[in-house]
């Protein structure tokens, strides 16, 4: 991964944070697009410059068009080209029945979760060129479909699966490479910001594994996905999530 620039949307918390971090140790230059706290990406940024390699940090709302076309014009400005995205920003907003969440919830999650991350792909598969590589950041939930708490979201990533699998095709010509990642039960403060705190330790308590997974285990399987390793796999999703 030395020597590339790589783009990270949500890249200044939680499992966006670690990928940034250990793509820094690898020395690639990274992108970390944001949306709201200044403070947390102004850390992030003097954690990546301390490991040798470059980074510019670029605020912008990713539900709008016009939002995600100034993070991709100040990567291609500040870069020598984008070697790679992970599209990782999104948000579960609330915890709880889909029958008790108010439709403007909904369409919110869905829009952060699902509408953002397919617009942020078509533009990521523009910028890059032959050999580059996108990550689409899944959940565990797709699959599951996490009743009695965020089936909405669920329903979302489920969409983000499939645009990495239609999208791996249509790109496949250009030699650029669509890869999906499903985290599942990960410690970050996502349910805390949604309202559920404990929903970590409660369900890892269930968990196969007898724990939830870390950032820093997600950010490995990027790492992977991101690196000649995996030049043979594209427009599938793999999970990490402890057997679940």
């Given at each position: 991964m030395a020597q590339r620039t790589v783009l990270i949307t949500g890249g200044t918390r939680g499992i966006g944070r670690a990928c940034a971090l250990a793509l820094a140790a690898e020395g690639s230059d990274v992108v970390l697009g944001y949306a709201r706290d200044d403070a947390a990406a102004a850390v992030t940024k003097a954690?990546?410059?301390?490991?040798?390699?470059?980074?510019?940090?670029?605020?912008?709302?990713?539900?709008?068009?016009?939002?995600?076309?100034?993070?991709?014009?100040?990567?291609?400005?500040?870069?020598?080209?984008?070697?790679?995205?992970?599209n990782n920003a999104g948000a579960t907003l609330n915890v709880g029945s889909l029958l008790d969440t108010p439709t403007d919830v909904i369409r919110r999650v869905v829009d952060l979760n699902l509408t953002s991350a397919i617009l942020v792909a078509?533009?990521?598969?523009?910028?890059?060129?032959?050999?580059?590589?996108?990550?689409?950041?899944?959940?565990?939930?797709?699959?599951?479909?996490?009743?009695?708490?965020?089936?909405?979201?669920?329903?979302?990533?489920?969409?983000?699966?499939?645009?990495?699998?239609?999208?791996?095709?249509?790109?496949?010509?250009?030699?650029?490479?669509?890869?999906?990642?499903?985290?599942?039960?990960?410690?970050?403060?996502?349910?805390?910001?949604?309202?559920?705190?404990?929903?970590?330790?409660?369900?890892?308590?269930?968990?196969?594994?007898?724990?939830?997974?870390?950032?820093?285990?997600?950010?490995?399987v990027v790492l992977f996905a991101l690196s000649e390793g995996a030049s043979y796999i594209s427009g599938t999703t793999l999970r990490v999530a402890g057997g679940v």
């Open positions: 954690e990546i410059i301390d490991a040798g390699v470059r980074c510019l940090t670029v605020r912008a709302d990713l539900t709008t068009d016009e939002g995600i076309e100034t993070l991709f014009a100040a990567a291609t400005e500040w870069s020598r080209g984008i070697d790679a995205v992970v078509r533009r990521a598969v523009r910028a890059l060129g032959a050999g580059g590589v996108l990550v689409n950041i899944s959940s565990g939930a797709a699959t599951t479909g996490s009743p009695g708490e965020y089936v909405h979201y669920a329903a979302a990533k489920a969409g983000v699966d499939a645009l990495t699998k239609g999208l791996a095709i249509e790109a496949a010509p250009g030699h650029v490479r669509v890869v999906g990642v499903a985290p599942g039960t990960i410690d970050t403060d996502i349910h805390a910001s949604a309202g559920d705190p404990d929903r970590t330790a409660r369900v890892a308590q269930r968990h196969p594994m007898g724990r939830a997974g870390t950032v820093t285990e997600v950010a490995s």
